[in-house]
């Protein structure tokens, strides 16, 4: 699975028209912000389900918007 927080992010941005830290992220969905840039910097990062919901909940959006499935390679 793939989390695709720097393109909420940036969808995020472009809806408020005002840009956005990891630190505003952080403090109001409750989330660690070194969390926060591990899941942008390391592609398998693996958080719990709960910091999933958080983030839907700071987005305001479902599941399948912040995540997608990755292919493995075989």
């Known amino acids: 699975m ?12 472009q ?3 005002r840009k956005i830290t ?3 992220v ?8 070194a969390t926060l840039t591990r899941m942008i910097n390391k592609r398998d ?13 700071y987005f305001n959006c479902d599941i399948n918007t912040l995540l997608v499935r990755a292919k493995k390679d075989r």
């Open 15 to 17: 809806w408020d028209k």
């Open 45 to 57: 990062y693996h958080v719990g389900l709960d910091i999933i919901d958080k983030l839907c909940d």
């Open 2 to 13: 793939i989390i695709k927080l720097k393109q909420c992010l940036a969808d995020k941005e």
């Open 22 to 24: 990891l630190d505003e």
């Open 26 to 33: 952080a403090e109001k969905a409750g989330i660690g912000r």
